[in-house]
């Protein structure tokens, strides 16, 4: 596929029109749910929807001007080298969709497991209250990466275009389950990513870490072990929140730690590690180095009165 092409079909692909009533849709839905809160007087953070919004509207703005191209100038070389050749129809449409998905579900794991993922994909998780503007608190940057995780797609034969309206449509998908006003949906909750499957996802609780990483569908979660029933009230957040509604702030603060923790770091092997490495690993020379400064008398100053 050339560049040419694939602008051609972002611009007059029929399925292009579908995908802007989705958003339109999806926007509704936010705007529904804000003045439904607003009617009932129902509790909400109103200060931390505002940040979801404001980091949602900075993103289309970085989409627009530079980062949302990353994914085009990659993938079309590299569908250069593809297997075989996916025609575009109805028959193929419907198998990307499903190969997005299950796509969606190995990269949504891997930025949970991985510090550097996680440190982008955390700003999603990082509200403490869960309503659809939930949606829209995205990262500024994974942009940057997450073209990545469609090359398998690619290499087999589906087209970028395919593979990343695809990837599109699972996302899209997701805005109405960001939600507590919708419970249980019976046997929906165990094959679909619904509401209570996905609120399990954003808890804090220790049964909930690390749960249902599914886009639509939930089986993929039943497949890996990873699929989790809502049972206890759960606790939004992260296991350690970050207390600030600042965009720029919450988009950034987890590379911050991650530098902090670099510079403490003695060799480049626990510097990788650090960065690439799980989440909580950390080399023990840090607890030690901890222990030793709590542990250090109090320095007073002998000339100070």
Not at 204 to 226: C, E, R
Request: glycine share 4%; with cysteine.
């Amino acid at each position: 596929m050339s560049f040419e092409r694939l602008t051609y079909l972002f611009e007059q692909a029929d399925i292009m029109t579908y995908v802007a009533y989705f958003f339109i849709f999806n926007t509704s839905l936010v705007v529904f749910e804000i003045c439904l809160d607003l009617l009932t007087s129902k509790e909400r953070r109103w200060s931390d929807s505002i940040a979801n919004i404001s980091i949602f509207v900075l993103g289309l703005f970085i989409e627009k001007t530079g980062l949302g191209i990353l994914g085009l100038l990659f993938l079309v070389p590299i569908s250069w080298f593809a297997f075989f050749e996916i025609p575009l129809n109805l028959w193929t449409w419907i198998l990307a969709f499903f190969v997005a998905d299950f796509t969606y579900y190995w990269m949504h794991r891997l930025e949970h497991e991985h510090r550097i993922l996680w440190a982008v994909h955390s700003v999603h998780h990082s509200s403490e209250d869960y309503n659809l503007t939930v949606s829209m608190r995205l990262s500024l940057v994974e942009s940057l990466f997450e073209w990545a995780f469609l090359i398998p797609m690619v290499l087999i034969g589906f087209t970028p275009f395919q593979a990343i309206v695809g990837l599109i449509l699972v996302a899209q998908f997701q805005t109405w389950i960001h939600t507590e006003r919708i419970y249980k949906l019976g046997w929906l909750d165990e094959v679909f990513n619904t509401p209570s499957v996905h609120r399990v996802h954003h808890g804090s609780n220790d049964q909930y870490l690390d749960k249902n990483y599914g886009g639509v569908l939930i089986i993929w979660d039943k497949l890996f072990g990873t699929f989790q029933r809502e049972e206890e009230k759960v606790v939004y957040g992260l296991t350690k929140n970050i207390h600030t509604n600042n965009p720029i702030a919450i988009n950034f603060i987890a590379f911050k730690n991650i530098w902090q923790d670099l510079k403490k770091c003695r060799t480049w092997k626990d510097r990788l590690r650090i960065i690439f490495g799980g989440l909580t690993w950390r080399p023990d020379y840090f607890n030690t180095e901890e222990k030793t400064k709590a542990d250090a008398p109090l320095k007073i100053n002998p000339n100070k009165s």
